[in-house]
């Protein structure tokens, strides 16, 4: 069980590998399909309104807002009905990243005076490694493996005989006396309780004898 458990966390972490990045980072930020993406959006978190913005060849580019460090859902059509994006202390956490997350995007920051500051970032959403991939397959063959043994090693005790009902298949001549002897052992004591019960009988018809005397 602690093999099947140990391989299970293996294939989950190979499966999931966490990314961080920031905006105005000089490097476009490299993430892969279904890796956790961190992204560092500011530091002071209360000082600004945030509104984060998804550039595209489309006439209408989806943005999300973040006020009072929350995200507002009802102006955040760039990750709407995506409960695996949140916004923590001024990092936006994508847990899943899927391959619409690659992009463009503008990081606009409002201060309470109305001051705004632009901030850029690119992200490239790849295909998993391969050797991810290779080491994932592998993790599965094992616990496969595994379950196959385990089936066949209880399967295996369960059909092997105990001891006693090895020694009752395998020496019947042993039984057979073992039998003959209880039965002659239940004889003897039936016949000596015959013998005792018989000795009342005898000792009444002794009386009757003795007191019928001929005359």
């Given at each position: 069980?602690?093999?099947?458990?140990?391989?299970?966390?293996?294939?989950?972490?190979?499966?999931?590998?966490?990314?961080?990045?920031?905006?105005?980072?000089?490097?476009?930020?490299?993430?892969?399909?279904?890796?956790?993406?961190?992204?560092?959006?500011?530091?002071?978190?209360?000082?600004?309104?945030?509104?984060?913005?998804?550039?595209?060849?489309?006439?209408?580019?989806?943005?999300?807002?973040?006020?009072?460090?929350?995200?507002?859902?009802?102006?955040?059509?760039?990750?709407?009905?995506?409960?695996?994006?949140?916004?923590?202390?001024?990092?936006?956490?994508?847990?899943?990243?899927?391959?619409?997350?690659?992009?463009?995007?503008?990081?606009?920051?409002?201060?309470?005076?109305?001051?705004?500051?632009?901030?850029?970032?690119?992200?490239?959403?790849?295909?998993?490694?391969?050797?991810?991939?290779?080491?994932?397959?592998?993790?599965?063959?094992?616990?496969?493996?595994?379950?196959?043994?385990?089936?066949?090693?209880?399967?295996?005790?369960?059909?092997?005989?105990?001891?006693?009902?090895?020694?009752?298949?395998?020496?019947?001549?042993?039984?057979?006396?073992?039998?003959?002897?209880?039965?002659?052992?239940?004889?003897?004591?039936?016949?000596?309780?015959?013998?005792?019960e018989q000795q009342p009988s005898k000792s009444k018809e002794e009386c009757v004898y003795a007191q019928v005397q001929p005359r």
């Amino acid at each position: 069980m602690m093999l099947i458990f140990g391989l299970m966390l293996l294939l989950q972490t190979a499966s999931c590998v966490e990314r961080n990045c920031r905006f105005n980072q000089s490097d476009p930020c490299n993430t892969a399909l279904g890796d956790k993406l961190k992204l560092e959006m500011v530091q002071e978190t209360g000082k600004y309104n945030l509104t984060i913005k998804k550039t595209n060849s489309l006439l209408y580019d989806p943005v999300c807002r973040i006020k009072n460090d929350k995200i507002r859902v009802s102006e955040c059509d760039l990750y709407n009905q995506r409960s695996e994006v949140r916004y923590i202390n001024g990092i936006l956490i994508i847990t899943n990243v899927i391959r619409e997350d690659s992009g463009n995007y503008i990081l606009i920051l409002v201060s309470s005076d109305g001051t705004e500051l632009h901030k850029y970032l690119q992200v490239n959403v790849e295909a998993p490694s391969v050797i991810l991939i290779i080491l994932g397959c592998f993790a599965v063959i094992l616990i496969v493996l595994a379950a196959i043994a385990f089936y066949v090693y209880k399967k295996k005790n369960h059909l092997k005989p105990t001891p006693n009902e090895e020694s009752a298949t395998t020496d019947p001549q042993t039984n057979k006396n073992v039998k003959k002897e209880q039965e002659l052992h239940y004889g003897e004591v039936t016949f000596a309780n015959r013998k005792v019960e018989q000795q009342p009988s005898k000792s009444k018809e002794e009386c009757v004898y003795a007191q019928v005397q001929p005359r």
